[in-house]
């Protein structure tokens, strides 16, 4: 059986994946530097504030696994893409509280 990546083929559900990785990366890095250095969190509470957003993915990642073949895969380029961007908005535009949301 080929590979996707090596017959010359890589669909857009293949891409979506990828690129959602390197965004989370760089939204885990730096928020983590941003809540330890600007709200002096301390790395246990940075975790805890991260687990809503571990178990949204998780729900997330179902629920596209069941309609996956229902949707087209620009539809779903296009809300992943949205969704990059709003979390990354979600960081830079938060009030310096010391609340997590």
Not at 5 to 19: E, L, M
């Amino acid at each position: 059986m080929k590979n996707a990546i090596y017959s010359g083929y890589f669909p857009p559900t293949h891409v979506v994946p990828c690129r959602d990785v390197g965004t989370w990366g760089i939204f885990f890095v730096n928020g983590s530097l941003y809540f330890q250095t600007v709200l002096s969190a301390s790395p246990l509470q940075v975790v805890v504030w991260y687990i809503p957003i571990g178990v949204a993915e998780l729900v997330v990642s179902v629920i596209e696994e069941h309609i996956l073949h229902l949707v087209p895969g620009h539809i779903l380029m296009l809300i992943s893409g949205l969704a990059a961007v709003g979390s990354q908005l979600l960081l830079a535009l938060m009030p310096p509280s010391r609340g997590s949301y």
